[in-house]
């Protein structure tokens, strides 16, 4: 008898544990959604970043920017001159873009996006700025997604002598 009862309970828990997998399974995951940027140097890879540059000289970089939002998502991407500041999370830079770019990416999508910039002043430790927006189709408007990529470079101007 004593063996009986063994076995019951040992079925039992086994029926217990897979009666809570199978429910587990199939309850919806909430699944909370990202977007990223990264910043490429002119080859697409990561590194190899100029350190410093001369007025006017065309400075090559590619932004690598991925959608994991779990829908389709308008993105843009505004580069700016810091001249040594960088944006927070919460807010971005107070300064007006130099550089403007659109890209729509699917769910589980990214691309990489050339971009070229040119400095007009020189300026040590110069902070180039990309702040990624999302557009809210709900709200219609942009909104900052709080992140960012910079760069910083010494930007000096060409003497002759």
Do not use: H
Not at 20 to 48: N, T, Y
């Amino acid at each position: 008898m004593k063996l009986n009862e063994e076995v019951f309970a040992v079925i039992l828990a086994i029926t217990i544990v897979s009666s809570v997998l199978s429910i587990a399974m199939i309850l919806p995951k909430s699944i909370e959604g990202f977007a990223a940027i990264g910043l490429l140097g002119e080859e697409g890879k990561i590194g190899d970043y100029p350190r410093e540059v001369f007025v006017g000289e065309e400075v090559k970089l590619n932004l690598f920017v991925a959608n994991y939002m779990g829908y389709s998502a308008l993105f843009m991407i505004l580069g700016k001159v810091g001249y040594g500041r960088i944006p927070t999370n919460e807010t971005p830079l107070e300064a007006p873009p130099i550089v403007t770019k659109y890209v729509v990416l699917c769910n589980k999508c990214n691309v990489t996006i050339p971009v070229e910039v040119v400095f007009n002043e020189p300026w040590i430790n110069q902070t180039l700025v990309f702040e990624l927006y999302r557009y809210d189709t709900n709200e219609n408007k942009w909104n900052y997604t709080g992140l960012y990529v910079f760069l910083r470079l010494n930007v000096t101007s060409l003497v002759l002598w």
